[in-house]
């Protein structure tokens, strides 16, 4: 799957991470890559914001996602609203999500 096949509602998880940090949007926009569809996207993202939310200091200085590390107190809130995003899309039938 690439990231232009995803749908607007399913496109906001990039869109809200990138708000953040490039390096946590490419993080999202990379899990695309291996999915067949875009809710098995979505459920490789929420994944990974569980992995995140479980990540040392150390990891996130020696990964793209080393901004993150200085902004820890903003990023479990940005965290939280891609998985409101996910769970919100993820709700919608795929049928009325709309193309890009």
């Known amino acids: 799957m690439v990231i232009g096949e995803l749908s ?3 496109y906001q998880v990039i869109v809200i991470a990138e708000k953040f940090d490039s390096g946590l949007a490419q ?9 067949r569809n875009e809710n098995d996207y979505l459920l490789r993202c929420k994944e990974l914001i569980t992995d995140i939310r479980q990540y ?3 990891f996130f200085e020696n990964s793209l996602l ?3 590390n200085r902004n820890k107190d903003r ?3 940005v965290l939280n609203a891609i ?3 996910i769970k919100k899309t993820m709700r919608m039938p795929l049928a009325r999500r709309t193309k890009r």
């Open 8 to 10: 607007g509602e399913a």
């Open 27 to 35: 993080g999202f926009a990379a899990l695309n890559r291996d999915c």
């Open 56 to 58: 040392t200091s150390a």
């Open 66 to 68: 080393h901004e993150c």
């Open 75 to 77: 990023l479990f809130p």
């Open 83 to 85: 998985e409101e995003q």
